[in-house]
């Protein structure tokens, strides 16, 4: 069917499919104008610029010293400590914020590193279990694991360790049932929960009240 069609006096104008176009061209041109000026205006109130894919300049502040990494935008903080440095303390285990025993430091409160990317811990203080020694003593928290025998495996102990660190700080001398809820985040496979709450409690200059406050801990597993 020809675009033009002729009436009666013999003249040549636009057919219906012809009109129909030039109203979804203007339409669509129209759209197109509408989506640009929001496009410009989002741009000016939000001047961050997309990074990645490849990999951007990271810097990170972990236990008092500055990393300078190149990583790309999707490397979480756990990633990119273990893959990229020699902090191999936190484990990765889930991967999916669940089991704890990534467990780090961010500005002096526990955070799953698994779930956190690299580039949005910049600019916070981030310590990670190799950062809790000093001048080669363990920390008080790392001895009394030591002396109560928190650990079977040990490859959760660097979560919970991070974990009753930050409680401490919070709460120098804390009760079992403030382990247990400061603990509730990081679980241990092996079952060490008695230990790990007589540890805690001894890190924090106190005892289990009773043999039954150490088994009731085992409620967490």
């Known amino acids: 069917m020809s ?15 012809n009109f129909l176009k ?7 041109a129209t759209a197109a104008t509408q989506v640009q000026q929001a496009a410009a ?4 109130a939000n001047p961050e610029q997309p990074l990645g894919p490849g990999v951007v ?36 285990v889930c991967d999916r914020g669940t089991c704890g025993a990534c467990t780090m430091l961010l500005d002096g409160k ?9 580039l949005e811990a910049q600019g916070h203080e981030i310590t990670t279990v ?5 001048d080669g003593q363990l920390s008080p928290v790392q001895q ?12 959760c102990t660097p979560g919970f360790v991070m974990s009753v660190t930050a409680l401490l700080r919070d709460n120098p001398h804390p009760t079992g049932e403030a382990v247990r809820h400061a603990c509730s985040g990081n679980l241990c496979r092996c079952g060490t929960y008695p230990r790990i709450l007589k540890a805690a409690l001894r890190a924090g200059g106190a005892t289990a009240t009773s043999k039954m406050e150490v088994i009731n801990y085992g409620d967490l597993a």
């Open 3 to 17: 675009d033009l069609v002729s009436d009666d006096s013999g003249k040549k104008g636009f057919s219906r499919r």
């Open 22 to 28: 030039s109203i979804g061209t203007t339409a669509v």
């Open 41 to 44: 205006q989002l741009e000016k």
């Open 57 to 92: 300049p990271v810097k990170l502040r972990v236990n008092g010293k500055e990393l300078n990494l190149a990583l790309e935008p999707r490397v979480t903080l756990l990633d990119a400590l273990r893959n990229h440095t020699d902090l191999t303390g936190a484990k990765e």
């Open 110 to 118: 526990p955070i799953y590193a698994c779930m956190l990317l690299a």
């Open 130 to 134: 190799e950062g809790l020694a000093r």
């Open 144 to 155: 009394a694991f030591l002396e109560e025998d928190a650990l079977m495996c040990g490859y």
